[in-house]
């Protein structure tokens, strides 16, 4: 799998580096048990900042496209085609406007709104 990384994009590059797994994963290119570089080395070949690529792995492994086994390394999740098509951002998008359009529907104000969601925020 050859991953290009566009810096001239307006697209973070920790999300095209997660858009390009996933896209392999659905591809079939990357299969369950496939083994991925460590970051270092990954950051290293596209010429990236570390961080960048475990920014990319942290978020891929929280949505279980990918899986970090200790000294084994990083490898495809066993569930990683299904979770592939999952987009977090959408998801979370879709559960907080039903939430704020039934509360709106219930009578309460966008400003008790925010400040209750900031308070919830705050302790979870």
């Given at each position: ?33 496939d083994a991925l570089p460590s970051i270092r080395q ?24 990918i899986q970090t086994k200790g000294y084994r390394g ?30 709106r529907e219930s009578g309460a104000t966008d400003s ?13």
């Open positions: 799998m050859k991953i290009k990384i566009d810096s001239s994009l307006s697209s973070p590059l920790f999300k095209q580096l997660m858009n390009q797994i996933k896209n392999a994963v659905t591809a079939g290119l990357l299969k369950p048990g990954l950051a290293n070949d596209l010429e990236l900042n570390h961080n960048t690529v475990a920014k990319a792995y942290q978020l891929l492994e929280r949505d279980s496209v990083t490898s495809i999740h066993e569930n990683a085609r299904q979770n592939s098509t999952v987009n977090m951002n959408d998801l979370i998008t879709t559960k907080l406007s039903e939430t704020i359009k039934s509360l008790e709104i925010r400040i209750t969601f900031s308070t919830v925020m705050k302790k979870n």
